[in-house]
């Protein structure tokens, strides 16, 4: 696992901002200019067409409530390229036979050259094949992802009430890597989006108190290929004479997936201006704000190709080269809830925002894969006749353990700290912020690298 921090600096009024995902899992936390700018700490103090996203209940509030405003603009994500080293997973297979099959397979058997190399002759668990610690490098990655916010004027309602509708189009999570190298196999070539259609609506109280929500389509689609390290443990009886074979270590699984699928939740937000009708007061605008996101579960549809090598030896029992899979892939992950609690104050034209985001991961799945109606082929296996009888591929796959290199392994509840400053003038903005972004992925195990972040940002 990688633990790097991140520092940004300076971006400038350009409907492009440029991010390096990090921390926050694989989310996208900033979407608009002025989320960028802030680093999400717009919640109580958003305004304008991209409060849509941050607080629809203030679609409702403020002058801008009486105006229609839209807003295009687009991220580019950058991931620099960059080299790393990380534990060795390949523990090769570890043989503990009895009859006939001990003269050719007790040992611990590693991979050389496309073929079975017995590198002792006593089972080690544990022992890698070769470094404990391997290389791998990851390359550069540049992806635009657009964005769209619409907010209507407002529109009378009785009893002093007051509302508003509006839409945002934004990509919430995401994710694309190309790693390589010993160590870079688990991410080879791995891509997954998600677009959300978000329409929404508001309802005020005389400036005073403000609800809005909506519902949350979202469409995810990825793509994967990758190379894992699986354990595995399994018994075979090849009879009286041959005897038993207890196997256990790991098994290289390379394979290349893809899924797509509809996920729906809703979103809800409150505001509450409690000093509104307090003329000359201070705390005439002071807001309060909570925004609540749903989970959204996607089980997402596709297709599956694999292959899992078998590396035990030749001669007398033992059998080498791999096991074909095709299969329907069901690919089950979550987008878990999000809790945003800000405030914000105004002195004269300077605003400042705090908000706490808690993001509850523990309980989110990340990439579960299932697999159903699965075709095998055993054509690229070598041995004797004996032992390639005794091989059955479905049992082979229930032998392996694929929850220990599950990606949402150990993930945590995480929160977010963020801190925003406004300067209005007559025509032009300054905006800065700070934030510090927990990540929820466990240092040292086996998922998608993440690290804590640290934010700075200004807007000219």
Request: glycine letters at 10%.
């Amino acid at each position: 696992m990688l633990r790097h921090k991140r520092v940004v600096g300076v971006i400038c009024g350009l409907a492009l901002s440029i991010e390096s995902m990090q921390a926050s899992g694989f989310r996208l936390t900033e979407q608009s200019l002025n989320g960028t700018a802030l680093n999400s700490a717009f919640i109580a103090g958003a305004y304008g067409a991209d409060s849509t996203y941050y607080n629809p209940a203030n679609m409702s509030l403020g002058r801008d409530s009486d105006k229609w405003e839209f807003e295009a603009n687009g991220t580019l994500i950058y991931i620099p390229s960059f080299s790393f080293d990380t534990e060795n997973r390949d523990m090769g297979i570890n043989v503990e036979a009895s009859g006939l099959s001990s003269l050719a397979a007790n040992g611990h058997f590693c991979e050389k050259d496309g073929h079975s190399n017995k590198v002792n002759n006593k089972a080690e668990p544990g022992v890698p094949c070769g470094a404990a610690r391997v290389g791998g490098y990851a390359t550069t990655t540049l992806q635009p992802v657009p964005k769209f916010f619409l907010k209507s004027r407002a529109y009378e309602l009785p009893l002093g009430m007051k509302t508003n509708f509006g839409f945002s189009f934004t990509t919430p999570s995401g994710l694309a890597m190309q790693w390589d190298g010993v160590g870079g196999g688990f991410l080879k070539d791995v891509s997954i989006a998600m677009m959300e259609f978000n329409p929404v609506v508001s309802i005020a109280y005389d400036n005073i108190f403000a609800f809005g929500t909506g519902v949350r389509a979202i469409y995810a689609f990825g793509d994967f290929s990758n190379t894992l390290f699986v354990p595995i443990k399994q018994d075979v009886n090849m009879g009286a004479i041959l005897g038993n074979i207890h196997s256990y270590g790991t098994t290289r699984v390379e394979q290349v997936s893809n899924a797509s699928s509809w996920g729906f939740g809703y979103n809800l937000a409150a505001t509450l201006q409690p000093f509104a009708k307090l003329e000359n007061n201070m705390f005439q605008n002071l807001r309060l704000a909570v925004t609540y996101r749903s989970n959204v579960h996607w089980d997402m549809q596709g297709k599956l190709s694999a292959k899992s090598y078998i590396y035990q030896g030749s001669g007398l029992t033992l059998v080498e080269g791999y096991i074909g899979m095709n299969a329907d892939l069901t690919l089950a992950t979550d987008l878990p809830p999000i809790i945003n609690v800000a405030l914000s104050q105004d002195f004269g034209n300077h605003r400042v925002e705090f908000v706490w985001e808690h993001t509850l991961w523990g309980k989110a799945k990340i990439f579960e894969f299932g697999y159903a109606n699965q075709v095998f082929d055993t054509s690229n296996l070598t041995g004797s006749s004996t032992a390639l009888g005794q091989i059955k591929p479905d049992e082979m796959l229930d032998a392996a353990d694929y929850s220990a290199v599950a990606y949402g392994n150990g993930w945590k509840d995480s929160n977010a700290y963020r801190l925003g400053y406004t300067y209005f003038g007559e025509s032009y903005k300054i905006m800065g912020s700070i934030a510090y972004d927990e990540t929820p992925a466990p240092q040292g195990k086996f998922g998608i690298p993440d690290a804590n972040a640290y934010y700075v940002w200004l807007r000219l």
